[in-house]
C-alpha cells in the first residue's frame, strides 16, 4: 500500500502542474512504519502468536483511516481551499487503534485464563 501511495502522488503531483501538498507526500509514512514495522517485527520475533486476528485487522483499517485522511487533506491543499472535514479521519483512526488495543488486551486476558 506504501508503494501505491508513492505511485499516486507522483503521478498526482505531475498532472497538477507542480503543485504539491506535504500531506500527500507524508500519506506513505503510515503504511510502512504503521503496517510495515508491525508486519517486520512479527516476521522476525514470534510476536505474531501473540497478537489477536481482531486486533490486526482494526490496527490495519486504523493505518488504511490516517493514509486516506491524509491523501484528503492533500487533494484540498492542492486545490487552494481548507476544510476541517480530515480531522474526522484523525478521530476516527483514533478509535479504531483503541479498539484494537482493547481486543488485544482481552485476547491476552483470555489466553491468561486458559493456562
Partial sequence: M???????????EFFSHGAFSVHMRMMCLFP??????????CF???????IDRWCFNF????MATFTL?????GIV??????????????????????????FEVIALCQRRKKS
Fill in 69 to 73: 485522511g491524509l491523501l484528503f487533506r
Fill in 2 to 12: 506504501g508503494l501505491l501511495c508513492i505511485v499516486f502522488t507522483l503521478i498526482y
Fill in 77 to 102: 491543499n492542492i486545490s487552494g481551499r481548507f476544510t476541517k472535514l480530515d480531522r474526522l479521519y484523525v478521530i476516527l483512526g483514533m478509535i479504531l487503534l483503541v479498539i484494537a488495543l482493547i
Fill in 59 to 62: 490496527w490495519n483499517t486504523a
Fill in 32 to 41: 510502512f512504519l504503521g503496517c510495515g514495522v508491525l508486519g517486520l517485527l
Fill in 44 to 50: 522476525v520475533s514470534p510476536l505474531w502468536r501473540y
